[in-house]
Structure formats: C-alpha cells, structure tokens
C-alpha cells in the first residue's frame, strides 16, 4: 500500500501522530468497536479505538488485554467523559500503556486531561465549535476531531463541510485535528485534507466489515438504508437536554420519543431529580444500542448510522474497505493536480 503517494503526502503528520500507515481513524461505536473491529482496523494501517461507552473498569480491562492479543500495532480508547469511574477507566489505559484516549461527550472534567498524559498518552478531543476547539487544545488536548451531524450517534447541530470551514483555515496550519461525519468514499477525505485536516474518522463504513460482530440483522439493516433513513431523534421537553442521537428510523426511535415523556412526567410528579431523569435516558440507548448490535432487534433495538449508510451496500474486509478509500482518494488528488 506504498502507491498512494499524494495522499500520504497529506495524511503524514496524523499518521505519525497515530503510529498508523494511515490517518484513518474508526470512530468509537458502542458494541461494534470492540477487539476484533479495531485490531482488524490497526492490522490493515488503520487506526482502531475501542468504544468503551458504559463498560465497568474491570471490562475495559479485558477488551484492552483482548485487542492486544489480536494486534501489535497502536490503537485508542473512547471514553465518555461524564462517566462516573472515568479516572478509574483512564488508569486501566495507563496500566495497559494504550497510547491514545479520545475523550468525548462534553467538556472534559478537571484534571481528566492531565491524568492522561501522566502516562505517556495523547489525547483526541471533540471540538463541536472554534471556540471549544481552542479551549481544548489550551487545555491541553493533542489532537481534535470534528464531527458533523451527518454522523451516526450522538451528535451535534452543524453539519461536517460548515465546521470543517470554520474550524480548519483557522487551527490545522499548528495543530492536528481529523474530520468525522458522513464521511462515505475516498474523494471526501481528499477535500477535507486539501483544507488542512490531517486525517478522516470513518464509523458507519467500517460497522458492516467482515470483522465486525454486530448481528447480520444488523448489517441488513444498513444494507437496504438510504441516507434519508438516517435520522436524529426529536428532543421532546427542553428540561430533559438530550443529545440527538442518529439512528435509521423504526420502533425504537418512536419508543425513544414515548421514554422522554415518560420521564418528563416523572420528572413533573417529582419522582426523580434532573440528574436521575438524564440518566434513564441514557440508559434507554445502551440498552437499545445492545438489542439491535448483538440480538440483531432492528425494530425496537437502536441502530444507529450515519448518513453515509446509503454507501454501505455489502460485507467486505476492513483491509478492502481501507484500499478503496485509499483509491478514491489519491485518483481524486491526481485528478485536481492534474487539472
């Protein structure tokens, strides 16, 4: 894989910050992003991360030890950052000595960054506008990712071309920062790298590879989705500030919306505090999330994809799947130089 030459070029400072061949990050996917997806994404060059989500310690300790054994070459931890036992799940990264932790899910808690790179780690943060994306890397972040709401999951309101427009010309001529979101085929990671980017998180492309678990209902389901079946679920009480989450339309998006209002009432009839009301609806998407990836439930389970899902059409190895965007995108850069 040495031919892709251009898009090396491009890709260099993220892959050397990554230790990978190339700067192709997997995004994070609950259930999905566990030992046999991310070691098959760092053996291929890719750059794998485990999505830890709600995992205890004691089971991300066991899916690090896990993805070791199937991999010897670098890869990272999601981890949310409004997790109860964060410091705890940090220093489970620190004894395995994982060399990258992504942070995400909000504003990362006091000394969170710093307990990271006590250990030698670098750290990947979200950056939803500019402003927080300076904010992060003062705070000492190394790299960021931007991430459009074309993405699969929790998501933010601005779509991937309009961040990538603010945030780049600004921060990606002295620091690293990768683009996420819809990213589908080989000539997008080609633009957003001619902008600056110095890498490309895909998730929804990598969810059906071969060496991806999730249940072959699973898979189906994105198989006969188009982009416009990829849809954030609807905030129904401005108390209860849920993240919109993207997800293909089915039952659970509509027993998702019957949940809030069901919360909500609790919340009205003082039967939980806002704390509690936002955890329940929390646990409503790790529980659905884990119904429809590993029981293969696509209509009341939760399955959740980005927009680019319309380009998901078959089962391929992740070492295909890297090639062909590998392809699409140095024919892209040739093209444009040649011009």
Same mark, same amino acid.
């Given at each position: ?8 070029? &491009?890709?260099?400072? +993220? %892959?050397?910050? !990554?230790?990978? $061949?190339?700067?192709?990050?997997? /995004?994070?996917?609950?259930? =999905? #992003? ?101 904010? &992060?890397?003062?705070? +000492? %972040?190394?790299? !960021?990712?931007? $991430?459009?709401?074309?993405?699969? /999951?929790?998501?933010?309101? =601005? #779509? ?180």
């Amino acid at each position: 894989m040495t031919a892709f030459t251009k898009t090396s070029a &491009l890709m260099a400072r +993220g %892959a050397a910050f !990554l230790g990978s $061949e190339w700067a192709i990050l997997c /995004g994070a996917m609950s259930w =999905v #992003s566990e030992r046999h997806l991310v070691s098959a994404i760092s053996n291929a060059g890719g750059f794998g991360v485990i999505a830890c989500g709600a995992m205890t310690p004691e089971l991300l300790d066991a899916e690090i030890a896990g993805t070791k054994a199937l991999t010897g070459k670098p890869f990272g931890v999601n981890l949310i950052t409004m997790h109860p036992q964060l410091f705890d799940l940090i220093a489970v990264c620190a004894r395995h000595g994982v060399s990258h932790v992504v942070l995400a899910g909000g504003i990362p808690p006091k000394g969170s960054v710093e307990a990271i790179k006590e250990s030698g780690a670098k750290v990947i943060c979200f950056a939803p506008t500019l402003a927080l994306g300076k904010k &992060l890397l003062r705070s +000492g %972040a190394d790299a !960021l990712v931007i $991430e459009g709401s074309e993405a699969g /999951g929790h998501i933010g309101p =601005v #779509s991937t071309s309009v961040l990538a427009q603010e945030i780049l010309p600004e921060l990606a001529a002295d620091h690293l920062v990768f683009v996420a979101g819809g990213i589908g085929r080989g000539e997008a990671m080609a633009g957003y790298l001619e902008m600056g980017a110095c890498g490309a998180q895909l998730g929804t492309r990598f969810a059906c590879a071969s060496e991806s678990i999730a249940h072959p209902a699973f898979k189906k389901a994105f198989f006969r989705a188009s982009a416009r079946d990829a849809v954030a679920s609807v905030q129904v009480d401005p108390r209860l500030p849920v993240i919109p989450v993207r997800a293909l339309r089915n039952k659970g998006t509509e027993e998702f919306t019957a949940k809030q209002v069901e919360v909500a009432k609790l919340l009205d009839d003082g039967k939980v505090d806002m704390g509690e009301a936002q955890l329940q609806i929390e646990h409503f998407w790790a529980g659905a999330l884990r119904r429809a990836v590993i029981d293969g439930d696509v209509e009341a389970g939760s399955v959740m994809a980005g927009q680019s899902v319309g380009m998901v059409t078959k089962e391929e190895p992740v070492a295909q799947i890297i090639a062909t965007l590998l392809e699409e995108c140095e024919a892209a850069l040739s093209r444009r130089q040649a011009a």
